[in-house]
């Protein structure tokens, strides 16, 4: 399972988390996000990603090097990312049910899927699953400063906040399209 996802525990500093949630909650939202065919009632924010890079830039030089290592795709450089910025509430008890992430271009592939976990207190519940042939919750993924990079077909869910409030901030990273 382990092949499927890379974790770096408390990568990003609480003041470098408040830092970006105040770039992105001033930053013009690009609209809501869609979801599949999957339940989603998380609050999203799209926001482009060239309002966030200066903060960014350093996790995200990471996250091309573990591809490099580990994954091996062949990805575009990050300049045109829109970012997915979700806030799970256990007042709606916010959850994503069963999905992948695709795009249905005929360009580009999503390959990978990064998510930093920008919460800044702790919170209960929000559990992030990958699935392989059974349910495998991600465990060590439920602090700020997380960060989650794993392959985007692989289907995954976030169960329901029961204490709190989870931000993350999702970045779809993509590719040529696979043949």
């Excluded at 994954?71 to 829109?82: I, R």
């Excluded at 993350?168 to 993509?174: A, G, H």
């Amino acid at each position: 399972m382990r092949s499927d996802y890379w974790l770096w525990e408390n990568k990003i500093s609480i003041k470098e988390i408040k830092e970006i949630n105040n770039k992105i909650k001033n930053s013009i939202s690009l609209g809501q996000d869609i979801p599949a065919s999957s339940f989603k009632n998380a609050e999203v924010k799209i926001i482009e990603y060239s309002n966030i890079q200066s903060l960014m830039q350093s996790y995200i030089k990471n996250i091309y090097s573990i591809n490099e290592q580990i994954f091996g795709y062949n990805l575009y450089p990050p300049f045109f990312f829109t970012c997915n910025y979700n806030t799970y509430d256990f007042k709606q008890k916010s959850e994503y049910d069963w999905h992948v992430d695709e795009s249905q271009n005929h360009v580009f592939d999503i390959k990978l899927t990064a998510i930093f976990n920008l919460s800044e207190k702790k919170y209960e519940g929000g559990e992030f699953s990958l699935f392989k042939n059974k349910n495998n919750i991600v465990q060590n993924f439920n602090k700020p400063g997380d960060i989650l990079l794993f392959k985007s077909y692989v289907p995954h869910k976030v169960n329901p906040i029961l204490k709190g409030i989870r931000n993350t901030l999702t970045i779809f990273l993509t590719g040529p399209r696979l043949q």
